[in-house]
T-cell receptor, first 115, second 111 residues
Framework: KAGVTQTPRYLIKTRGQQVTLSCSPI?????VSWYQQTPGQGLQFLFE???????NKGNFPGRFSGRQFSNSRSEMNVSTLELGDSALYLC??????????????FGSGTQLSVL | SQQGEEDPQALSIQEGENATMNCSYK?????LQWYRQNSGRGLVHLIL?????REKHSGRLRVTLDTSKKSSSLLITASRAADTASYFC???????????FGTGTRLQVTL
C-alpha cells in the first residue's frame, strides 16, 4: 500500500506570491490533516478535511485555505506569502471514521521557503 | 484537543543506553500517542496507549501512562544511533478529530 504522498518536496517562492501544496492520502483514507512546522512555533494544526468537508480548523489567518476532492486528495493554498510562512508543511491521513483511537500517517512534507 | 508538553527538550546519550522522555498534559484523555520525526521528515506513529491502560510495549519501546498524574513516559531501551530523532506526544481527548503536538524531545544517540 502506498504511503501519504506530498508534492512538491521543496518549493521556493517570493513574498506576495501564492502557493498550492498537494497531498494524496493512503488509499481508503478519507481524512486529511495539515500541519505547519517551524523551529519557533513547532507543529501547528492548520485544518482537517473529511469527505470533502472541513471538519476542524486551527488558528491561522484566512490566507491559509484548503480543499479536498472526491478521491480524498487534498490541496492547501497560501495566498500573499509572507516571510514567516517559510516552514515544513506536513499532511497526515487517517480513515477518519473511528477518530478517537486512530493514528495518523504522515507524508514527508513540503519544505516551503519564502524569499 | 490539547497539547502535550515533552520533557526534557533535549537528551544526549550513548549507544546502548536507555532513553526516557516524559509527557504531561492538562485534561482527561481518551488516549495518548507517541510519534517520532527524523530531521526534516514526516512523523511516524510509534505507539498508542488508551486511558484504561497503564503500560504498553512495542519492541524496544515501553510506554507508561499515569492518568492520576496526567503524565506519560516513553522508554527506549538499548538505544541505537538510528533512534536519533525528535519524539512527540499527542494526548487525545476523543472529542475532536485532530491531534496537537508539543515541541518534542530531541534525542541524540552517539556511538
Amino acid at each position: 500500500k502506498a504511503g501519504v504522498t506530498q508534492t512538491p518536496r521543496y518549493l521556493i517562492k517570493t513574498r506576495g506570491q501564492q502557493v498550492t501544496l498537494s497531498c494524496s492520502p493512503i488509499s481508503g483514507h478519507r481524512s486529511v490533516s495539515w500541519y505547519q512546522q517551524t523551529p519557533g512555533q513547532g507543529l501547528q494544526f492548520l485544518f482537517e478535511y473529511f469527505s470533502e468537508t472541513q471538519r476542524n480548523k486551527g488558528n491561522f489567518p484566512g490566507r491559509f485555505s484548503g480543499r479536498q476532492f472526491s478521491n480524498s486528495r487534498s490541496e492547501m493554498n497560501v495566498s500573499t506569502l509572507e516571510l514567516g510562512d517559510s516552514a515544513l508543511y506536513l499532511c497526515a491521513s487517517s480513515t477518519g471514521q473511528a477518530w478517537a483511537n486512530e493514528k495518523l500517517f504522515f507524508g514527508s512534507g513540503t519544505q516551503l521557503s519564502v524569499l | 484537543s490539547q497539547q502535550g508538553e515533552e520533557d526534557p527538550q533535549a537528551l544526549s546519550i550513548q549507544e546502548g543506553e536507555n532513553a526516557t522522555m516524559n509527557c504531561s498534559y492538562k485534561t482527561s484523555i481518551n488516549n495518548l500517542q507517541w510519534y517520532r520525526q527524523n530531521s526534516g521528515r514526516g512523523l511516524v506513529h510509534l505507539i498508542l496507549i488508551r486511558s484504561n491502560e497503564r503500560e504498553k510495549h512495542s519492541g524496544r519501546l515501553r510506554v507508561t501512562l499515569d492518568t492520576s498524574k496526567k503524565s506519560s513516559s516513553l522508554l527506549i531501551t538499548a538505544s541505537r544511533a538510528a533512534d536519533t530523532a525528535s519524539y512527540f506526544c499527542a494526548p487525545h481527548t476523543g472529542t475532536a478529530s485532530k491531534l496537537t503536538f508539543g515541541t518534542g524531545t530531541r534525542l541524540q544517540v552517539t556511538l
